[in-house]
T-cell receptor, first 116, second 113 residues
Framework: DTGVSQDPRHKITKRGQNVTFRCDPI?????LYWYRQTLGQGPEFLTY????????KSRLLSDRFSAERPKGSFSTLEIQRTEQGDSAMYLC??????????????FGNGTRLTVT | GDSVTQMEGPVTLSEEAFLTINCTYT??????LFWYVQYPGEGLQLLLK?????DKGSNKGFEATYRKETTSFHLEKGSVQVSDSAVYFC????????????FGGGTRVLVKP
């Protein structure tokens, strides 16, 4: 169990640029979640996948945001035309569904995005 | 929709003091409840959980009891250490909502020697 891995750890970009983040979940986990955390706040749900299917998207996920999990393994989160308000920590988490439904999520260390 | 409210910090304590962090929730169904901890420079880690009323979750000297009648899940530790300095998040999940976590705003705890 190598844990949930996120890349990059930090990203600084200029307003208007596109950015893409990657998440590698724990290998046997079929559910993958994306969260956003701003300074001093709790994480907010963005979207989640079961295998390659995106099952839910928060209304926080504007049309500038898109997430994929093409082969049901790693996932990418892309933000187009970044805005300063997108500056946040983007967290990825995974779990195995089909086990006890209340099994916990395992979180990665996050990607910190700064939009200048 | 679901929501979690926890006391705002920062909470500053001396070593060996008693810690309580209040957490209350609203949920449409029967959620599972969690406390996560975020140490400086690290990712979120599960601290403890409880899945049904009157369950007590415990770990590393921390405890929290699922109180359905008061919709609460307060975190307690009898004697804190400097190493307990962190941000603590209360959270819930519901099966009907895809088991995604809904978090409170977090409470920063600073323990001084």
């Amino acid at each position: 169990d190598t844990g949930v891995s996120q890349d990059p750890r930090h990203k600084i970009t200029k307003r208007g640029q596109n950015v893409t983040f990657r998440c590698d979940p724990i290998s046997e986990h079929n559910r993958l979640y994306w969260y956003r955390q701003t300074l001093g706040q709790g994480p907010e749900f963005l979207t989640y996948f079961q295998n390659e299917a995106q099952l839910e998207k928060s209304r926080l996920l504007s049309d500038r945001f898109s997430a994929e999990r093409p082969k049901g393994s790693f996932s990418t989160l892309e933000i187009q035309r970044t805005e300063q308000g997108d500056s946040a920590m983007y967290l990825c988490a995974s779990r195995q569904s089909g086990s006890s439904y209340n099994s916990p999520l395992h979180f990665g260390n996050g990607t910190r995005l700064t939009v200048t | 929709g679901d929501s979690v409210t926890q006391m705002e910090g920062p909470v500053t304590l001396s070593e060996e003091a008693f810690l309580t962090i209040n957490c209350t929730y609203t949920a449409t169904g029967y959620p599972s409840l969690f406390w996560y901890v975020q140490y400086p420079g690290e990712g979120l880690q599960l601290l403890l959980k409880a899945t049904k009323a009157d369950d007590k979750g415990s770990n590393k000297g921390f405890e929290a009891t699922y109180r359905k009648e008061t919709t609460s899940f307060h975190l307690e530790k009898g004697s804190v250490q400097v190493s307990d300095s962190a941000v603590y998040f209360c959270a819930l999940s519901e099966r009907a909502a895809g088991n995604k976590l809904t978090f409170g705003g977090g409470t920063r705890v600073l323990v001084k020697p």
